[in-house]
């Protein structure tokens, strides 16, 4: 499975944008780019996901590099309840019909009042 | 709408013991997948379920695991019998019919399993 690289920590202070980084060299031509987000005690959580356009939701933008080699995850203003772990994914099809996804360690994101 | 529900949320047993986890998955949706983090690890794929058959069964870790999806609504997880590396949080999942194209996998909140 592509491989994706991530910084083990972040801090943002509150009311600012948080840009966090992703970059997964190996990348398929057919792998979509995921973000999910685990907050303490809880289960990870669907954030944003794309394929080669930049994309944008309630949550969150992702922007995809030219040569999708790398990816930005973009809060536009972090509050408190965005501290958690975020964790950037390569959504690879298994060959029997599963998209299982593949956790690494993420990028653990404190938000500073 | 209810989330996905998993039952119990916190387990302790003795080493030995077996123990039964029980995922509710969102309704209508067909996929429901199984993932664990052991102490210190990431969490790993176990299983993907699509309505009652076994889709993707490569990440179980031995046959002291079995999941079962009967009627294609909820699934369990046994583990029997139990051994403490076992020891971990139990993440279920859910998604809608991937040939629809949707993507996103809908977690439950876990099930914590301690073995003593």
């Known amino acids: 499975d592509a491989k994706t690289t991530q910084p083990n920590s972040m801090e943002s202070n509150e009311e600012e944008p948080v840009h966090l980084p992703c970059n997964h060299s190996?990348?398929?031509?057919?792998?979509?780019i995921h973000w999910y987000r685990q907050l303490p005690s809880q289960g990870p959580e669907y954030v944003i996901h794309g394929l080669t356009s930049n994309v944008n939701n309630r949550m969150a933008s992702l922007a995809i590099a030219e040569d999708r080699k790398s990816s930005t995850l973009i809060l536009h203003r972090a509050t408190l309840r965005d501290a958690a772990v975020y964790y950037c994914i390569l959504r690879a099809y298994s060959g029997a019909g599963s998209y299982q996804l593949t956790f690494g360690k993420g990028t653990k994101l404190s938000v500073i009042p | 709408e209810a989330g996905v529900t998993q039952f119990p949320s916190h387990s302790v047993i003795e080493k030995g013991q077996t123990v039964t986890l029980r995922c509710d998955p969102i309704?209508?949706?067909?996929?429901l997948y199984w993932y664990r983090r052991v102490m210190g690890k990431e969490i790993k794929f176990l299983l993907h379920?699509?309505?009652?058959?076994?889709?993707?069964e490569s990440g179980m870790p031995n046959n002291r695991f079995l999941a079962e999806r009967t009627g294609g609504t909820y699934s369990t997880l046994k583990v029997q019998p139990a051994e403490l590396e076992d020891s971990g949080v139990y993440f279920c999942?859910?998604?809608?019919?991937?040939?629809?194209?949707?993507?996103?996998?809908?977690f439950g909140p876990g099930t914590r399993l301690t073995v003593t």
């Open positions: 999942a859910s998604s809608q019919d991937l040939l629809a194209g949707v993507h996103e996998q809908y």
């Open positions: 190996t990348i398929s031509g057919t792998d979509y």
């Open positions: 309704s209508g949706h067909d996929n």
């Open positions: 379920f699509v309505k009652e058959s076994k889709q993707d």
